[in-house]
Every structure is written in structure tokens, then in C-alpha cells.
């Protein structure tokens, strides 16, 4: 058995971390990507990774083989990822094309080439949008409300089936939102906003947020390849320290050069203004809870998240400040 894995999606927040993370534990990472041309920036970026593969459109069912050669585990997180503003005619046609078709397509490539181990990227949003009491684990009822979050609980069990066929052991893995050097989307955007300096109509809620360091994340993922506990298992997975959206805030603004800054506006009136212009999934998820309870993992996989929440923070906001900002 070789020691070299299959990152899909290596030219990724989270494939690069993970290339990053593979190389420090010895083993060797051969990058899987949409199209040569991501090779380049991607080998400038990650010193000591020298391998690379081109596995194209993964919903077009392209031929694997070569990309799978002499591979002994697969870390799968090439994916159609949540749109906020979706263009797609059937959004869930074009999430199972992709996140379920494109799943099958290299798990059962993977099984007929005798790799060992598939690790599976999925979300936490398989198991809902919000939390209310106690946090998600991994024994809860799935219920996925978006097409992302649908097409990612079908690949989940289509895996288990493949894995049950097959002998392919399979981890499942369901982050909550990442965040670190490099990230995009929402959490980009609160940054913005609070190097601004711009007071955020943010009311005092005591609601909980699991999220999950980039760092913290690669670092399971490689567990899970080469751990023997990690076999046929589902996982939840976070920092372990869940904090309400204003704390956040609170904690980010001193690593940006700011104060956190508050206007003292009702929970109940944002409420009413975000059904008003229809955002009420955004004031949900900035407002409500969605928590995790990773024990599971830790206990299973003796994991401990080697970055601290803190020093995640910081470095993220260390990496806006020296790099980001100089290009907006």
C-alpha cells in the first residue's frame, strides 16, 4: 500500500490546506484538479508538492484511472458549493449532477482501483439550518433544506452503499463554516465590515456558532486517512468553542486595528426588515444558532484541533490585513 492520496479540489481554501497538511505528515498528495492550467499557481503556493492530477468535469463521468494510479486514499471535496444567487435553471439537478454524480463516479473509480479509504467532505447543513437546545450529532435525524445540503446527504448515503458493495471505506466528514487564511463569502464580508469600522446593527442574542479553522479541518481530514478508527464512520467536526455571532465580532475587531462597534437595534425589528426585503435565511443565519458537538471525532479518532480558535482568528485576520485588503 503507497502512502500517496488524491486530493479533488486540491486548488481550494480547503484542498490547499490539506495538500499542506498531508506533505508535514510524510505522506505524498497528488492534487486533483478541474484543468492543468490551476497546476501552476497551485505548486508556487504549496512548496514540496510535486504531483498532480486532471480529473475535468467530475458530473461528466471522466475516466479516473490515471489519476487514481498507485493511490491509496482519496480526500473528496470537489464539489458544487451553496450559490446565494443561483443562475441554474433546476439548482438540485445541477447539485446532484455534480455532488452526487461526480461523488459515485469517483468512488466507484476509487473502489475498482483498490484504493483503501475514501474521505468524504460533506456539511453540517445535511443535519439542519439551526439548532435549538442542544447541539447536532452525528445520530440525528438529517434534514437537509437547501439543494446543496440535499445533494450532499444523497452522496452520503450512496457512499454507504458503494462502501457496503465494495469493501471502500468511507469517512464522512461535516464541517461547520470554515474559516482561516484565504477564506471567501460571508466570512470575508463580516471582516470588511468591521475593519470599516462601521457599527453592526448586531443585537445581543446569546445565540451559539460552531466553526471549524481551515487548519483545524485539514488536520482531521488527514486523520481520517490514515486513522483505523476512521473507517465506515460519520463525523462532526469543529473548533469545540462556540461563540454567538456578536462575540465574534468582539473577537475579531482587536487583530483588525478596531473596536467592536454596535447600533443597539432590536432582535425583532432586524427580523421584521429582513422578511420585509426577504432575507430571512440571512438574518437566521446571522441571528440563530447552529451548533456541533464534535466529541465524537476526539474520542474516536483521539483528535484535538492542533490551532486554538484564537490564534485561527488571528491569523485570519492577519492574512485580510497584509493581503486582501491591498486588492479591494
Known sequence: ????????????????????????????????????????????????????AVIGDLGANPDLRSAL??????????????IMHDSALDPLNEFRRVNVGGTVAMALAAAAEGVRRFVFVSTVKVNGE????????????????????????????????????????????????????????????????VERGLPLPLPNTNNRRSLIGVENLADCLVRCVMHPGAANHTFMVSDGQDVSTRELVVRLAPSLGRSARFLPVPEL????????????????????????????????????????????????????????????
Open 130 to 193: 439551526s439548532t435549538a437546545g442542544r447541539p447536532f450529532t452525528e445520530g440525528d435525524l438529517p434534514a437537509p433544506q437547501d439543494p446543496y445540503a440535499v445533494s450532499k446527504w444523497e452522496a452520503e448515503e450512496v457512499l454507504r452503499g458503494i462502501s457496503a458493495e465494495t469493501g471502500l471505506e468511507v469517512a464522512i466528514i461535516r464541517p461547520p463554516l470554515v474559516y482561516g487564511p484565504g477564506v471567501r463569502a460571508n466570512f470575508l464580508r463580516l471582516m470588511r465590515l
Open 69 to 82: 494510479e498507485d493511490v491509496s486514499a482519496v480526500v473528496h471535496l470537489a464539489a458544487r458549493v451553496h
Open 1 to 52: 500500500m503507497t502512502d500517496r492520496v488524491l486530493i479533488t479540489g486540491a486548488d481550494g481554501f480547503v484542498g490547499n490546506a490539506v495538500c499542506r497538511r498531508l506533505l508535514e505528515s510524510g505522506l505524498t498528495p497528488r492534487a486533483g484538479l478541474r484543468n492543468a492550467s490551476l497546476w501552476p499557481a497551485l505548486q508556487a503556493a504549496t512548496p514540496g508538492l510535486d504531483e498532480f
Open 269 to 328: 425589528a432586524l427580523r421584521l426588515a429582513a422578511r420585509l426585503v426577504g432575507k430571512q435565511s440571512a438574518i437566521n443565519r446571522l441571528l440563530g444558532s447552529l451548533e456541533i458537538d464534535s466529541s465524537n471525532v476526539r474520542r474516536t479518532l483521539e483528535w484535538e484541533p492542533p490551532v486554538t480558535f484564537s490564534c485561527g482568528l488571528e491569523a485570519t485576520a492577519r492574512w485580510y490585513l497584509d493581503s486582501f485588503k491591498q486588492l479591494v
